[in-house]
């Protein structure tokens, strides 16, 4: 079946500018991830989604990150008034439960 | 403040010989951990996991060891196969199942032919 897509896959910006990253998590996970890359660095947790509970946003590295996940399904990570080091590779990851994440191919930003 | 350490970044290992991969950990409330493989401009993909109630875990090639008293794992390949070739990215969770995963810093492995 198909696994979890990202859109865009790379993404280039300029500074201030507001970006939408988007994952469509495989079909009926209820766990949906987001993790970024940075350059030289491991995976980091940015927000994780639960079914109908109150995201875990503990991994959000600023207030000008948000993201949400409408009808438990596609989620969008947001990132407003973008800055340089925001450039990294995002990555989505969902899950059915009580089971291993499965990751997509991730979004590159390049905020110039 | 670095959770889970994978202190060696590269690694070449010749092909038909023993990778081992090395990660260390320093929350002891980590009781589940993973290794998984990422090729370029691809996601990671889960490999190989092991609870913390084991202390090995074997699947073909892979074999994952867990040192509780050390908080240290390993990840070993054999035979190596120059399709291993990839970043390896150890991490770990609290509570198995729907929690965030603390990754290390990824170790990139080189199989030589």
């Known amino acids: 079946g198909a696994g979890v897509s990202q859109s865009p896959s790379n993404k280039v910006t300029e500074k201030g500018k507001d970006v939408e990253l988007r994952c469509d998590p495989i079909?009926?996970?209820?766990?949906l991830y987001w993790y970024r890359q940075s350059l030289g660095q491991g995976l980091e947790f940015l927000i994780y989604?639960?079914?109908?509970?109150?995201?875990?946003k503990s991994g959000l590295p600023s207030d000008r990150f948000s993201a949400e996940r409408t009808g438990g399904s596609v989620s969008t990570l947001t990132i407003q008034r973008t800055q340089q080091e925001d450039s990294a590779v995002y990555l989505c990851?969902?899950?059915?439960?009580?089971?291993?994440?499965?990751f997509g191919p991730g979004t590159r930003l390049t905020v110039l | 403040d670095q959770q889970v350490k994978q202190n060696s970044p590269s690694l070449s290992v010749q092909e038909g010989r023993i990778s081992i991969l090395n990660c260390d950990y320093t929350?002891?409330?980590?009781?589940?951990f993973l290794w998984y493989k990422k090729y370029p401009a691809e996601g990671p993909t889960f490999l190989i996991s092991?609870?913390?109630?084991?202390d090995k875990n074997e699947d073909g090639r892979f074999t994952v060891f867990l040192n509780k008293s050390a908080k240290h794992l390993s990840l070993h390949i054999v035979p190596s196969q120059p399709g291993d070739s990839a970043v390896y990215f150890c991490?770990?969770?609290?509570?198995?199942?729907?929690?965030?995963?603390?990754f290390g810093t990824g170790t990139r492995l080189t199989i030589i032919p």
């Open positions: 990851a969902s899950s059915p439960g009580l089971d291993t994440q499965y």
């Open positions: 079909s009926g996970h209820t766990a």
């Open positions: 989604f639960q079914g109908n509970s109150a995201p875990d």
């Open positions: 929350n002891s409330m980590f009781d589940y």
């Open positions: 092991i609870s913390s109630i084991k």
């Open positions: 991490a770990a969770q609290s509570n198995f199942g729907n929690e965030k995963l603390t």
